[in-house]
């Protein structure tokens, strides 16, 4: 009989990689979503647009509306982990990447601060997001529309957390801090205007009468189109160009 050996095997796994990456994969995941959802909407759901909650609140039809009936609400919600989990997995990778540039002299005490005070309000906004599966817009139109807040909060905490991380290290698009400020504001703004139009509706004292007034309803359809350009493709745009910029850090486990 052999002696048994003095301590079990181990293994370790070692990872490199750019926190940006797991960004992508949740946009990614996102994108297909929606895209699966607008065809499946598209071709089986059999509610004329101008007959749902969303437009007779609104008077056109937002990007949640494609996932608001079934089948596309079911399909739709079973695709939902493929955003849900890497963007889980970016925030907390981006908290120690802000974490260890401060340990190395690079990243400010505030910018640790901000993300550390961010990421469980972050952490929340992103699992709560998938309550718009629970509160069908037609039975509960406030319970279907806080998550979507939520959402479009969660994704300015994650802009605004992003611009000083980068700032810190020297990683910004382009080198250019006033670009970066302007595309803040730019969210910003288009972010609260988008929240107090919308929570006004549902709480069934509209600020804008987009139903019944055409200027009203082009504000806020350019509102709505300019905030899915602000954080859908230009973050996607930008985590792709950090891959090269941003530093990569060491994963182990053992």
């Not at 009989?1 to 797991?22: C, D, K, Q, T």
């Not at 991380?165 to 670009?179: H, K, M, Q, S």
Request: charged letters at 10%; one cysteine or more.
């Amino acid at each position: 009989m052999s002696p048994e050996p003095s301590h079990p095997n181990r293994y370790a796994l070692s990872v490199s990689f750019n926190p940006e990456i797991l960004r992508l994969a949740a946009y990614g995941g996102l994108v297909m979503l929606l895209i699966v959802g607008y065809v499946v909407t598209h071709f089986f759901v059999h509610v004329p647009p101008t007959e749902t909650a969303i437009y007779e609140l609104f008077g056109f039809n937002h990007t949640c509306n494609i996932l608001d009936y079934e089948p596309s609400r079911t399909i739709t919600a079973m695709l939902l982990p493929f955003w849900e989990i890497p963007f889980l997995l970016y925030l907390i990778f981006h908290v120690l990447r802000v974490h260890d540039g401060y340990r190395e002299g690079i990243v400010p005490r505030y910018v640790l601060v901000m993300a550390l005070a961010f990421a469980p309000v972050e952490i929340l906004l992103t699992v709560w997001f998938r309550v718009i599966f629970v509160w069908s817009p037609e039975v509960y139109f406030l319970g279907h529309y806080l998550p979507y807040v939520g959402f479009q909060f969660l994704l300015f905490l994650t802009a605004f957390g992003n611009v000083l991380y980068f700032n810190a290290v020297g990683a910004l698009p382009f080198n250019r801090r006033r670009l970066a400020i302007a595309y803040l504001v730019v969210l910003s703004t288009v972010t609260a205007l988008l929240i107090t139009f919308g929570l006004s509706v549902a709480l069934g004292s509209p600020i804008l009468n987009s139903v019944g007034n055409e200027t009203h309803r082009a504000i806020f359809r350019s509102l709505s189109v300019s905030y899915v350009v602000l954080v859908i493709p230009i973050p996607m745009i930008l985590s792709w160009m950090e891959l090269k910029r941003s530093p990569k850090h060491t994963l182990t486990l053992e």
